[in-house]
């Protein structure tokens, strides 16, 4: 049984790899053997994850793109190619949120977070799956959606409406890959507060939350290692693809 969930000899293209929930998934894919293509828009966010990884005893390399700029993932993609054997399993961490009013909205933000959330998601699957694709040997891509992709939260319109569509391009694409043996899967976290969504969460809320979540707590980042794992794993998840994963505390599963 612990070979099922090996990652040895594997390569994890982790895009946004300085965010708070994707280097707890990268601590995981570490400990199982994983080698790490951390991909970042600002090369002072590499450092400190190049230091959690090494500090595990595992490899790393950082590699500079931003998703708003499919050239510089592409290239980026081409640079992983030739350092690693084989790029194995894809995960798009990038993510921007914003609680602005749905009257006060202004096309530039909504530009901003459909390109961030859903357009480069992707267009870097589009990118990593034909490389995934003529290297011949099947992978995993994992995409980041989020409790508010359906039914959609208050108060953050964008982010919601660009989270639903995470799910549908993900299940979409299980069927587009799955003749290559790439599967392809989303994990939806509940309330894991992070910078981007902590401006949001006031007093109320948070008891509105809590409310409304069974274990009655927020989700610690490395409460996702497990899932993302299963997801990489070649052997634990052969037979799931097109997957839309709840890792929310039962937040899904209710109503009122």
Not at 69 to 98: H, K, M, R
Not at 121 to 145: D, L, R
Request: glycine content about 8%; overall charge negative.
């Amino acid at each position: 049984m612990s070979d099922m969930f090996s990652l040895k000899g594997k390569t994890a293209v982790i895009m946004g790899g300085n965010s708070t929930l994707a280097r707890s998934i990268i601590e995981g894919f570490v400990l199982h053997g994983a080698k790490i293509a951390s991909v970042v828009m600002i090369p002072e966010y590499a450092q400190e994850v190049e230091e959690q990884v090494r500090a595990l005893g595992g490899e790393i390399k950082s590699f500079i793109a931003d998703v708003t700029d499919l050239e510089s993932v592409q290239t980026a993609a081409d640079e992983i190619e030739a350092w690693a054997d084989s790029i194995d399993i894809l995960l798009y961490a990038p993510g921007v949120n914003s609680s602005t009013p749905f009257f006060e909205l202004e096309p530039a933000e909504w530009d901003n977070i459909m390109t961030v959330n859903l357009k480069g998601c992707v267009f870097t699957i589009q990118i990593f799956a034909k490389k995934m694709i003529e290297q011949g040997t099947g992978g995993s891509i994992i995409n980041i959606s989020s409790v508010s992709s359906g039914p959609p939260l208050s108060r953050v319109f964008t982010y919601s409406a660009s989270k639903a569509g995470i799910n549908s391009i993900t299940q979409y694409l299980a069927r587009e890959l799955a003749p290559y043996n790439i599967r392809v899967n989303a994990i939806i976290p509940g309330f894991f507060p992070a910078e981007q969504n902590r401006k949001i969460l006031d007093e109320q809320r948070v008891a509105d939350i809590m409310r409304h979540t069974p274990v009655n707590r927020f989700g610690e980042p490395s409460e996702l290692q497990g899932v993302c794992l299963w997801l990489a794993s070649e052997k634990a998840s052969s037979y799931v693809t097109g997957a839309l994963v709840r890792v929310d505390g039962g937040f899904g599963a209710m109503t009122i």
